[in-house]
């Protein structure tokens, strides 16, 4: 089945180690969408990518980046994990984007920061 | 641009019904109902396009009302399956698309 597969379902990380978080699609869509979401809170939005354009969020901070090699996967890389950090990370597609659009989300990775 | 939903929290028993709001200070160019259970994706319910239009998932359903810029979601005769948080969210332009932005949700919980 086409889907947005996220790896891996947990993952924990030292204070100030690098980390990377990944996802992929079979969907062929052409927007991902990195959320960050801590307990009991909204989903809220990192970047997101348009084909191979970028769009930052103007309040993410610069510890996080993105990269989107090619169609099918992207990634997101924490590059001093800080305990504020720990949160489930959501990645979603979107076909075009466009309003009328709903969002795939994978399954999500939960990130722990010791 | 993050929508506002209200109420908060709502507790209600099996076979109770709950409206839930979602308002924004923005043109709403779509908006989005999404339900989450506990470490769990948010699931799709549906997507609400021109002001008037009504949708039913179920017995879920909700309007959109394009002039006040906000949308009511309804939980008629609630089950315990409904229990979860509950996301409204607004589509607003960006570069080149639509990102989706959501509002702080809305726990349910439903108690037999």
């Known amino acids: 089945d086409a889907m947005v597969i996220q790896n891996p379902r947990y993952q924990v990380t030292q204070f100030g180690k690098p980390v990377t978080l990944s996802c992929s699609q079979t969907?062929?869509?052409?927007?991902m969408y990195w959320y960050q979401q801590k307990s009991s809170q909204a989903p809220k939005l990192l970047f997101h990518?348009?084909?191979?354009?970028?769009?930052n969020e103007a309040d993410t901070p610069d510890n996080f980046q993105s990269r989107r090699p090619n169609t099918s996967f992207c990634f997101l890389d924490i590059r001093s994990p800080g305990l504020g950090d720990a949160a489930m990370y959501l990645c979603?597609?979107?076909?075009?984007?466009?309003?009328?659009?709903?969002?795939?989300f994978g399954s999500g990775t939960q990130l722990s920061v010791l | 641009q993050q929508p506002v939903q209200s109420p908060q929290a709502v507790i209600l028993r099996e076979g109770e019904d709950a409206v839930i709001n979602c308002s924004s200070s923005k043109a709403l160019y779509s908006v989005h109902w999404y339900r989450q259970k506990h470490g769990e994706a948010p699931v799709f319910l549906m997507i609400?396009?021109?002001?008037?239009e009504q949708k039913g998932h179920d017995k879920i359903s909700a309007s959109f009302n394009e002039k006040k810029q906000q949308s009511s979601l309804y939980l008629t005769a609630s089950q315990l399956s409904y229990s979860g948080t509950y996301f409204c969210g607004t589509r607003v332009p960006s570069s080149n698309d639509y990102k989706l932005s959501f509002g702080a949700g809305t726990t349910v919980t439903v108690r037999a």
């Open positions: 979603a597609t979107s076909i075009t984007g466009a309003a009328n659009e709903k969002l795939f």
């Open positions: 609400l396009l021109k002001g008037g």
């Open positions: 990518y348009y084909d191979k354009d970028f769009n």
């Open positions: 969907l062929n869509h052409n927007v």
